[in-house]
């Protein structure tokens, strides 16, 4: 058996984390990822058949019977995931009954996965029915993107195109624009069907005054797309009050064209 500390899954989640700390999106223990294995992949660091302990999904998890993931810790720091992942991650498969996780590694203190299990699993299930090879679901706190979120409407077609305005890469990386959640409790199965309604249209969600969820088939897509939408926040918030160009819809319809994208219907004239 390999050692698992140098499986590449458990890199990844390390890099993640420690990046996104650094940028300064994920203060405290804010933020989570959960991040679909291969079992076979698995298998050659774990003896699948040694369940450390069970833990109660609280909802119905049947459409991911068998499935694996490694999921950060609740209330972890994701500072410290580098320094200690056996403490800070978890490797849990969805059990045969469907509301249970049977820990095969990790939360070395006796921990559980993030408090939004319900939202990355429900996410997981609906992105999964679109793409069979998403992986990665990952919410985070970034400051500008909250900021935004804080100063404009929640319509998610008004959202997107300040967005698309903002920087030529957003259209180009998400051509189907930002799902809005308007405020609401958070770590809730209420929250986490709703984010799965919109995961239905979106690989982006935001949630108002809270953060964002990114999803893709690899943790630089589900990254990759958060830190985009980051950056055009950013933009857009630096130079609110004193805009004098937005990129104008005949060049994002000529973006959308050139990279051969259908940006979302309804928003450019
Ligand atoms: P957890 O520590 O339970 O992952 O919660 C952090 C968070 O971001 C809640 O939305
Ligand atoms: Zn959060």
Not at 100 to 108: D, I, Q
Request: net charge negative; hydrophobic share 40%.
């Amino acid at each position: 058996m390999k050692n698992i500390l140098n499986a590449p899954f458990v890199q990844e989640m390390k890099d993640a984390t420690a990046n996104m700390y650094r940028l300064g999106w994920d203060e405290r223990n804010g933020g989570n990822i959960s991040y679909l294995l291969d079992e076979s992949e698995v298998a050659e660091y774990l003896d699948l058949s040694n369940v450390i302990r069970t833990i109660p999904t609280g909802f119905d998890a049947s459409a991911l019977i068998g499935k694996i993931f490694i999921v950060t810790g609740t209330g972890k720091y994701f500072k410290n995931v580098e320094k200690d992942p056996e403490t800070n991650l978890g490797i849990v498969r969805i059990a045969k009954d469907g509301t249970t996780a049977e820990l095969l590694w990790g939360y070395k203190d006796g921990g559980k996965f993030t408090s939004e299990f319900p939202a990355h699993m429900m996410s997981h299930i609906s992105r999964l029915a679109i793409d069979k090879n998403h992986r990665v679901v990952m919410h985070s706190h970034p400051t500008y993107t909250i900021a935004m979120n804080t100063v404009c409407s929640i319509d998610e077609k008004e959202f997107t195109h300040k967005l698309w305005q903002s920087n030529t890469e957003a259209i180009v990386v998400f051509p189907d624009g930002v799902g809005i959640l308007p405020c609401m409790v958070c770590g809730t199965n209420e929250i986490g069907e709703a984010t799965a309604e919109k995961m239905k249209n979106f690989r982006l969600v935001i949630w108002t005054n809270h953060g964002i969820y990114g999803t893709g088939t690899s943790m630089d897509e589900a990254f990759g797309l958060i830190e985009t939408v980051e950056k055009t926040a950013q933009i857009y918030m630096l130079t609110l009050g004193h805009v004098v160009n937005v990129i104008p819809d005949e060049v994002l319809k000529g973006l959308a064209s050139l990279w051969n994208l259908k940006p979302l219907d309804g928003i450019l004239k």
